[in-house]
């Protein structure tokens, strides 16, 4: 692939690795480093870029919003990934979304009123967080003059990548879905879309092993978290998260853990504004794993896995691994946006964990779906992954690691539609749909059901119900 973009000066991609630090240039496609394997990442020169010395800087692009980038939530914050010039970058009105206290929750989770808020990336064109990073991951393909795009999915990956390609008319989008493992939800946005899908035998894991050795041969732009630019568009969902806290620093952030690139990128996010000063402190942040796709809480939590300064210990994430292929383990959760047991992300959140003070949980799918309808009954409704933020917050709570008067923020990383099945079997009065559902998955009541009313066809009994349950 050809550049066809003026290069800027002012970004470069770096190892992670600090033993290799091995450097690349802005317009080069990197999933890895060529020297030592690890991730790369997009790094600036604060120096020659001169990021604004305030906040206010943001908040009058508002007034501005006829244009393009600054109606973008992505784009509004150019100045802090600056890694392509303006003229190329790629915007479909993402990142329009919403910060909102969320007293109903609060009390479900036990946090005093006020101190929950809830960002809800639903609100994007394609329905989930994805479309930050995608924009961004877009724009970089845009300047290398790439004809194709490619990405394994559980679902939302693919309906962002299928809806840019479409929108935009600048590449063909090509996605990799393991079998049985995605909702008709997202699988039905791709499909609208045009993208052509490839089934495979096999899960998510399956299905990014294959998409890497596929885009390797056919030169493909790979849009996966593991390419760093997407998670240059995923860091703005903590700008916004601020913009909507007046620019304070809240106490928590508790995202969901699947690939790992939220974490991974909100943890850069908050190092790089403290680095250019405009915050002086970093938030805690928790992230949560669904019990049946745990790898992060195994590693963590229970194997003693920590970043340790850019040298993680690799031989237990091997051997964690190979243990996972002897028993031939595979992810299962209802939380199918988070199902994943090979995090490509895992090194980079590591990081982020230590730079924040992170701490790791994991949740049942049962306190998902209970979490889930609390978040619904409170207005916003999410699909399960979004859940688990709030089921770990309520967790974290308990334990009294989160304290009730702290200021906490949860990740809602998807819309309700993208998995409406779901939504139904818990509320539902079929319990035959619901064991199908949800009790295969470890799911034994719904606590907080809100299930229809049945009653004749007649005015009398009509009447009566609605005075009985309302």
């Known amino acids: 692939m050809n550049s066809v973009a003026a290069k800027t000066d002012l970004a470069f991609q770096k190892c992670i690795a600090p033993r290799c630090g091995a450097t690349y240039g802005i317009d080069e496609i990197r999933v890895q480093c060529e020297v030592c394997g690890d991730l790369v990442d997009v790094v600036y020169d604060w120096d020659r870029a001169r990021p604004p010395d305030s906040f206010a800087f943001f908040e009058q692009k508002w007034s501005r919003r006829a244009d393009p980038l600054c109606a973008s939530g992505v784009w509004r914050f150019f100045e802090l ?46 329905g989930s967080f994805k479309d930050n990073g995608m924009s961004a991951a877009f724009t970089h393909a845009r300047t290398t003059g790439a004809a194709r795009a490619a990405c394994a999915s559980t679902g939302n990956t693919s309906a962002s990548l299928a809806a840019y390609c479409s929108v935009t008319r600048l590449m063909k989008a ?50 996966n978290s ?45 190092a790089e504004l403290r680095e250019i000063g405009l915050i002086d402190r970093l938030p805690r942040l928790a992230v949560i794993n669904a019990a049946g796709a745990n790898t992060l809480y195994e590693l963590y939590h229970r194997r003693g896995v920590r970043w340790n300064q ?23 959760t209802i939380a199918s946006a988070i199902e994943i047991n090979r995090p490509v992300n895992l090194n980079k959140c590591l990081r982020s964990l230590e730079w924040c003070d992170g701490v790791v949980r994991e949740v049942t799918d049962q306190e998902i779906m209970d979490a889930k309808a ?6 916003l409704g999410c699909e399960p992954a979004s859940a688990a933020s709030v089921a770990g917050a309520k967790q974290l709570r308990s ?43 470890g799911v034994k009541r719904a606590a907080f059901a809100n299930r229809a009313v049945a009653v004749p066809n007649d005015l009398e009994e009509i009447i009566k119900a609605i005075q009985l349950y309302s």
């Open 310 to 332: 850019g040298s993680p210990d690799t031989g237990a994430i091997d051997g964690y691994y190979a243990d996972l292929d002897s028993r031939g383990r595979r992810a299962s």
């Open 81 to 126: 990934l600056p890694f392509a010039p303006p003229s190329q970058v790629v915007t479909i009105g993402e990142g329009q979304t919403l910060l909102q206290s969320a007293p109903h929750v609060a009390s479900y989770v036990g946090l005093k009123p006020g101190r929950l808020h809830l960002q809800y990336e639903g609100m994007n064109p394609s």
């Open 174 to 223: 090509v996605i990799f879905v393991g079998s049985g493992k995605i909702s008709y939800g997202k699988l039905s946005q791709a499909l609208d879309f045009g993208a052509l899908t490839v089934q495979i035998a096999g899960d998510f894991d399956d299905a990014m092993a294959r998409v890497k050795e596929a885009s390797r041969d056919l030169g493909i732009y790979l849009v």
């Open 374 to 379: 609390q978040v619904g009954a409170g207005g």
């Open 399 to 441: 334990e009294g690691i989160i304290g009730a008067d702290e200021r906490v923020v949860c990740i809602l990383t998807g819309h309700q539609l993208k998995d409406p099945t779901a939504t139904v079997a818990y509320h539902t009065t079929d319990q035959d749909k619901f064991n199908e559902v949800l009790g295969s998955r």
């Open 226 to 270: 593991v390419n760093p630019f997407r998670l240059e568009g995923q860091k703005t969902i903590m700008y916004r998260v601020l913009e909507g806290l007046r620019w304070e620093v809240p106490d928590w952030i508790v995202v969901p853990g699947g690939n790992l690139g939220n974490s991974s990128a909100f943890g850069k996010a908050f």
